[in-house]
């Protein structure tokens, strides 16, 4: 049984900083591509970064280039998400996901298919 859960959430002032986790469990396999999205309310949700397991590659959508950073620890199976620079317009459940994959780049377009409850930000 995959569970994804997400902590780190909060209420920030701009500016501000906040780490997010997301610890994996039950995964059957050891490579995959991990995910961090984000919802608005009343907007559709977002890809924020991607990152894979076998080869630590990374990729942002704009809004994140330089101001969040995605990392992941194999010994604790649990990706984070650096959030920097926090603009009220970052506010929002921010959400992990998962996608089984042995490859080197992972995309933030593809079909994840376990996702976490999601933990909230508030800018």
């Known amino acids: 049984h995959v569970q994804l859960v997400e902590s780190g959430g909060g209420s920030v002032q701009a500016g501000g900083s906040l780490r997010l986790s997301c610890e994996v469990s039950g995964y059957p396999y050891s490579h995959k591509c991990l995910a961090w999205f984000r919802q608005a309310p009343g907007k559709q949700r977002e890809g924020v970064a991607v990152?894979?397991?076998?080869?630590?590659?990374?990729d942002y959508a704009n809004v994140a280039k330089g101001r969040f950073a995605i990392t992941y620890y194999d010994s604790k199976d649990t990706v984070y998400l650096q959030l920097d620079k926090l603009e009220p317009e970052d506010t929002g459940m921010y959400s992990c996901?998962?996608?089984?994959?042995?490859?080197?780049?992972?995309?933030?377009?593809?079909?994840?298919?376990?996702w976490g409850q999601g933990t909230q930000v508030t800018v």
């Open positions: 990152i894979s397991t076998r080869g630590k590659n990374t």
């Open positions: 996901a998962a996608l089984l994959s042995s490859s080197f780049t992972c995309t933030l377009s593809s079909n994840y298919n376990y």
